[in-house]
């Protein structure tokens, strides 16, 4: 089995506003679709969402910006790992992630280990 990163990505996009109720749905939709993955003991870490408003990149020549993604008004809102036998099954996974409801992403990355050249 090889572990996979799932990154969540969302956008500022004016066009895609979720009421509360929507929100609250895609909770619950979020829940039981993470429970599902654990009771396929396919989950490693449910990972955790990260804040929005907090972000700096630090680049070379010591400069610092404000978030990762300003320019094109995209951030990432967090990570899960898994465990599958393949990235077909974890682009499977992904596929069925609630935040693709509401115009979010899902990238899916193999997360290499220290003896892993790929």
């Known amino acids: 089995m090889k572990e ?3 990154v969540f990505r969302n956008s500022e996009n004016q066009d895609v506003k979720p009421s509360p109720e929507q929100m ?6 979020w829940m039981n679709w993470m429970a ?16 929005m408003s907090e972000s700096k990149t ?3 020549g010591n400069v ?3 978030g990762p993604y300003t320019e094109i008004k995209e951030y990432i809102n967090g990570y899960t790992l898994i465990r599958t036998e393949s990235i077909d099954e974890a682009v499977a996974i992904a596929g069925q992630c609630p935040i693709l409801t509401i115009g979010g992403s ?3 990355r193999k997360v290499v ?3 892993d050249n790929s």
Do not use: H, M, Y
Not at 24 to 29: D, G, I, K, R, S
């Open 106 to 108: 899902v990238e899916v």
């Open 4 to 6: 996979f990163a799932l």
């Open 58 to 60: 630090v680049k070379p």
């Open 36 to 51: 599902g993955i654990a009771a396929q003991n396919k989950l490693v870490d449910r990972g955790n969402r990260l804040s």
């Open 24 to 29: 609250q749905e895609v909770l619950t939709n």
């Open 113 to 115: 280990a220290s003896d």
């Open 64 to 66: 610092v910006t404000d």
